[in-house]
């Protein structure tokens, strides 16, 4: 499983980071976290405002901080 994490690496993008983090180890998913900070990029995949957070392509939020139980029912959804 992959976690974009659509951001230029502000507060709230490692906010997003950390929560995603913890979320994996409380789901006990097997995934990894990849970082998007080209905003081409940011813009390609539709987010029009960071932080966005992705699970295998598919976009789950953006232009807000999303909780660890939130993170975690996403990744448990997709397991």
Do not use: H
């Amino acid at each position: 499983m992959k976690i974009e994490i659509y951001g230029t690496g502000c507060g709230n993008c490692k906010a997003v980071e950390k929560n995603a983090e913890k979320a994996i180890k409380d789901a006990d998913a097997d995934a990894e976290i990849v970082k998007i900070q080209e905003m081409d990029k940011i813009f390609e995949a539709g987010i029009t405002g960071t932080p966005g957070l992705g699970i295998d392509g598919e976009i789950k939020s953006m232009g807000r901080i999303p909780s660890v139980d939130e993170i975690k029912k996403w990744i448990e959804s997709k397991k």
